[in-house]
């Protein structure tokens, strides 16, 4: 027998640790001698992106005798589609679903989903090859046993009309699962993908709006094997490794002995992602975090709101101050990117309550702003309050807010315009200095990015995909207007941005022009690399004249792409000296 499991990804950069997981012990299981010798598992992922069709050909093309999808909010409508798809073609292949999206109200979700067979509900690490035994060996369906033979975690559809439901199964030893990625390094295509990588399990805090707050037992992999473990990756030069664990720092000696490791054993090139709870590092923990080689660390901080009445409806336990030192204090030293989250249509924030909350976010100088919608998922705290506050949300995944007692959908919209701007302008890293350019004459952080929402939404700019100079050219416009007199100056500092991400061939509109400035540019270039010849320079290196009001003279700017920034991508900057100075000219 063959069972398929199936993963629908957001991305093609994504992986699905999950089908990685349930394979991996599957095949484990039955190599010691679980008594389904013959039966195997393969997985398949797709994404989003793919058509319906192709996916649905795909796996019907592989002849599984069971298939399994792996749920999720962004892909649980397509799950839908093609399971109702599949089952009217195999009609006697049977249909299971697992994963957060289907893991609560199962017997509501089967009768949602009637062409689903089963749900694995929680964790399926000891439940799936408990599933597949029966399978194998011909004792499933257990109609006559009853739900007590079914394995944990486990809801079916009896032949007689009603749903069976076992207890949940029981937490696995995180040692217990194997290693997902050596044996699949070189039969998946993973060499360029986000790798996901799971160390703990469980949450200490009961954030409201969270799934990880609903399982307070901690559970951690052993160090000997998560060293092991991140061994491999650094060896095989993954770019990105995503820890999973939530609040990874909730135990601060585990944390800091992995984040030693990883400066310790540092390739170079491995990048890894954590979510922490900012307010937990100490000055141990910044001592070590400042030896960091820059790009080595992605840290993950959830804010969610700077309302006090907020935080305290959705029970997260947060000392703000102690947030905003940690989020200024790993930044210091520009050696860790760290990215900071709000989540707009919490309990009682308002629109002027979200923007001092996102201008409070925004002070802390991230290096990455999300601006996210509350979710309201089964399973979760705010999930059973919703009716009375009352939060309405969208009937359909991804269950995302559409109004609140203090958020109207109009604020929502707005708020929608600010997040958009805030992806161009500030999270991509390429207008640093044109932003700040403009905050003070907008006074807030939050004022500046709504006036550009508006200005986007008001000329029908989020309907068309936009060349890059356009991007620059819209905000000139909207600075025209906004600021009189701004065109000369601004002009120049969008130039500036322009060329740091950059050497571009064409020279934007907007730029000034440099024809005059040609040969002392080739002869500041040459004296300042004489070993390198001037095709390649001119090739890698990009240099701006740019009048100074200060010293009523030009200056020179040499942009760098050879040496970048690890953290924005942008090309290192300096000053171009006169190789023949004042006193000596003529």
Not at 40 to 63: C, F, G, M, P, Q
Not at 263 to 289: K, M, P, Q, W
Not at 367 to 385: A, H, R
Not at 406 to 421: A, G, N, T, Y
Request: include cysteine; charge should be negative; proline fraction near 6%.
């Amino acid at each position: 027998m063959k069972c398929l499991l199936v993963a629908i990804n957001a991305k093609y950069i994504h992986s699905n640790l999950a089908v990685y997981s349930l394979k991996a012990c599957a095949e484990a299981a039955l190599q010691d001698g679980g008594g389904a010798p013959g039966m195997r598992v393969e997985l398949v992922e797709y994404t989003i992106n793919h058509r319906a069709a192709e996916i649905l050909d795909d796996i019907y093309r592989r002849k599984a005798d069971i298939l399994c999808f792996s749920c999720y909010i962004w892909n649980i409508e397509h799950v839908k589609t093609l399971v109702r798809d599949l089952k009217r073609l195999r009609p006697q292949v049977p249909v299971w679903l697992g994963g957060p999206e289907v893991s609560f109200d199962v017997e509501e979700r089967l009768s949602e989903i009637p062409e689903a067979d089963g749900i694995l509900y929680g964790e399926g690490e000891r439940s799936f090859p408990e599933l597949l035994r029966l399978y194998e060996t011909g004792k499933f369906p257990p109609e006559k046993e009853g739900a007590a033979r079914l394995p944990g975690g486990c809801a079916w559809r009896s032949g007689k009309g009603g749903i069976l439901t076992a207890p949940p199964a029981e937490p696995v030893d995180l040692d217990e699962i194997p290693f997902v990625y050596r044996p699949m390094w070189e039969e998946a295509d993973l060499k360029d993908r986000i790798l996901y990588y799971e160390t703990g399990r469980g949450c200490p805090f009961s954030c409201s709006y969270c799934l990880s707050s609903v399982d307070k037992r901690l559970r951690f992999r052993s160090l000997s094997r998560v060293y092991e473990e991140l061994e491999f990756f650094l060896e095989k030069r993954v770019p990105q490794v995503k820890f999973v664990d939530r609040t990874f720092n909730c135990k601060k000696d585990r944390a800091l002995a992995v984040w030693t490791f990883l400066r310790d054993h540092d390739n170079g090139v491995t990048n890894f992602h954590f979510e922490i709870g900012a307010e937990l590092l100490d000055e141990e923990c910044f001592a070590l975090l400042e030896t960091m080689r820059p790009g080595l660390l992605r840290l993950e901080i959830g804010v969610q709101s700077a309302n006090p009445e907020t935080l305290r409806a959705i029970r997260r336990e947060m000392d703000l101050g102690k947030l905003r030192l940690a989020a200024v204090r790993t930044g210091r030293n520009r050696n860790i990117l760290r990215h900071l989250d709000l989540i707009a249509g919490l309990p009682f924030e308002d629109y002027e309550s979200f923007g001092h909350s996102f201008d409070e976010v925004y002070s802390m100088g991230p290096d990455e702003l999300q601006l996210g919608f509350l979710k309201v998922l089964k399973g979760t705290l705010i999930y059973k309050e919703a009716e009375a506050y009352p939060i309405l949300y969208q009937a359909e995944a991804p269950f995302e807010v559409l109004e609140t007692p203090w958020l109207s959908h109009d604020d929502l919209i707005r708020l929608k315009q600010v997040e958009e701007m805030v992806e161009i302008y500030y999270n991509s890293r390429q207008f640093l200095y044109s932003m700040k350019f403009l905050l003070p004459f907008f006074g807030r952080p939050f004022l500046l990015y709504e006036s550009l929402g508006q200005a986007w939404a008001a000329r029908g700019m989020g309907k068309r995909k936009h060349v890059r100079e356009a991007l620059y050219q819209f905000l000139l416009d909207h600075a025209e207007r906004e600021i009189p007199g701004a065109e000369a100056v601004f002009g120049k500092t969008l130039t500036f941005d322009y060329y740091l991400r950059e050497n571009a061939k064409k020279r934007p509109g907007f730029a000034p022009p440099q024809e005059p400035y040609k040969e002392e540019i080739r002869k500041r270039l040459l004296a300042s690399f004489p070993e390198t010849p001037l095709k390649q320079l001119l090739r890698e290196t990009h240099v701006e004249a740019v009048y100074s009001s200060r010293t009523g003279r030009e200056e020179y700017w040499l942009f760098d792409y050879r040496d970048r920034d690890p953290l924005t991508g942008n090309a290192a900057v300096r000053q171009l000296k006169d190789p023949c100075p004042a006193a000596e000219k003529p």
